[in-house]
């Protein structure tokens, strides 16, 4: 057997680890031009370092990454909305959340892939037959192989030529965000808070550190789809609407710059009810794009990757194993993309009245609640 990978981002690159680790023979293309040192931060939950303690490589991220102590959703004056405390999450799943840059994280998979990224390569179309199936390139060349995984992102060609068409969802806010290269105080660098502006209309930052010289910043608003600022603008318009956050923010406005910002609106898809056709099958962002409000959408593709190896590696064929892979999978990611774009909506509520009743419905989630839902987030069977 042999597997054309179609995509090396997060996904991508834990599938060819992951099909590495059983013995199954892969190739892997991406559409970019090489690997370059692409976007800011990322937080990997327990789930998705469970998966990477099984591939072999949680100890190399631990080492590069940052465990801070909690992680909160607080309002404006401080108060605790949610919270995240990693201590215990280690006591009970075995490890922490950890915050890192994502080009370490992508260096740090690209080291441990056998086979190198074959760059430069678009996926424009496929087609297969009863031998295997071939995917066609932008430049005019192909790859065969028996089954093609669509690892390639929220526009997956391989979903949109070959297994299904999907609809778009604009969560109505646009997000940036930075890698600061500064270093914060010890007692800033213990919490990463996510601040929600008494103002809501989608208002809402954090900082956080990832690495040494590495702050993670973020901020998101509503706005139409498609607005694009330029950084220049961009800057100034972000110090204006958090002129009023608390604390050390005000400090970590002032180091960041414009070269620093990345701009993207925050869509999803809805969710599908088919994931697979003929020998094609889809991970990741491909197959379930979810907003990022519940930090979620690494974590289901790294979870993926794991599940979809163990599939393919257990069932005598590959349509047995795409039907249980997707029967394993549909479930839990299409509750994780409903409920980040849930609160991508209570965000979005504008006033002091409604953000006020925001606050109070994220402040009455009962303990047993909180804890069930971080059950289902971080305590994923990866064995059934
Ligand atoms: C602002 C923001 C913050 C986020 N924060 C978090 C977080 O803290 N934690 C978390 O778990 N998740 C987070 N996510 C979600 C996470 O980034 C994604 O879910 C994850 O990157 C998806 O990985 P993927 O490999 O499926 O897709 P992608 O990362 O999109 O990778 C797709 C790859 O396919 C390639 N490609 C695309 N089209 C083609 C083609 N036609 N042919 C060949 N190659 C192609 C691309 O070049 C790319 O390398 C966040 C998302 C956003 C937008």
Redesign the pocket.
């Known amino acids: 057997m042999k597997v054309i990978i179609?995509?090396?981002?997060?996904?991508?690159l834990t599938t060819a680890l992951a099909l590495q680790q059983r013995g199954i023979t892969y190739e892997i293309?991406?559409?970019?031009q090489g690997n370059q040192p692409v976007g800011a931060g990322?937080?990997?939950?327990a789930n998705?370092m469970r998966v990477y303690d099984r591939l072999g490589i949680a100890g190399e991220l631990k080492k590069k990454a940052v465990l801070a102590d909690n992680i909160y959703i607080r309002n404006c004056r401080g108060e605790i909305l949610q919270e995240i405390n990693n201590a215990e999450v280690e006591r009970k799943y075995g490890t922490g959340t950890y915050g890192l840059h994502r080009a370490t994280l992508q260096g740090v998979l690209l080291e441990h892939c056998a086979q190198p990224v074959q760059y430069n390569?678009?996926?424009a179309s496929i087609n297969e037959d009863s031998r295997g199936i071939t995917v066609h390139f932008l430049d005019g060349s192909s790859a065969q192989g028996t089954l093609v995984i669509g690892?390639?992102?929220?526009?997956?060609?391989v979903r949109e030529q070959y297994v299904t068409k999907a609809r778009y969802r604009y969560s109505g806010q646009t997000?940036w965000?930075a890698i600061i290269p500064v270093d914060l105080p010890a007692a800033e660098a213990r919490e990463a808070s996510e601040i929600w502006s008494k103002k809501g209309d989608g208002l809402r930052a954090m900082f956080t550190q990832v690495g040494p010289q590495q702050v993670y910043f973020?901020a998101t608003k509503a706005m139409p789809a498609g607005t694009v600022m330029s950084p220049e603008k961009a800057l100034p318009y972000i110090r204006e609407q958090l002129a009023d956050y608390p604390g050390y923010m005000q400090t970590m406005l002032q180091h960041l710059r414009p070269e620093h910002l990345i701009q993207?609106d925050?869509s999803d898809l809805e969710p599908l009810n088919i994931w697979h056709r003929g020998r094609a099958v889809l991970?990741?962002?491909?197959a379930h794009?979810?907003t990022?409000n519940v930090?979620?959408?690494?974590?289901?593709?790294i979870e993926d990757a794991w599940v979809l190896a163990q599939c393919l590696a257990a069932k005598e064929n590959y349509k047995k194993a795409f039907e249980t892979y997707q029967q394993r999978r549909m479930g839990r990611a299409k509750k994780i993309v409903q409920l980040s774009w849930q609160i991508a909506k209570l965000t979005n509520w504008k006033g002091r009245f409604l953000t006020g009743l925001r606050d109070g419905l994220m402040k009455s989630m009962p303990k047993r609640m909180a804890e069930k839902q971080l059950a289902f987030f971080y305590g994923v069977n990866l064995d059934e």
């Open positions: 179609i995509g090396a981002g997060i996904g991508g293309y991406d559409a970019a990322i937080m990997l939950g998705a390569k678009h996926c690892a390639d992102g929220i526009r997956s060609a997000c965000r973020w993207n925050l991970l990741g962002d491909a794009a979810t990022p930090g979620q959408g690494a974590g289901l593709a």
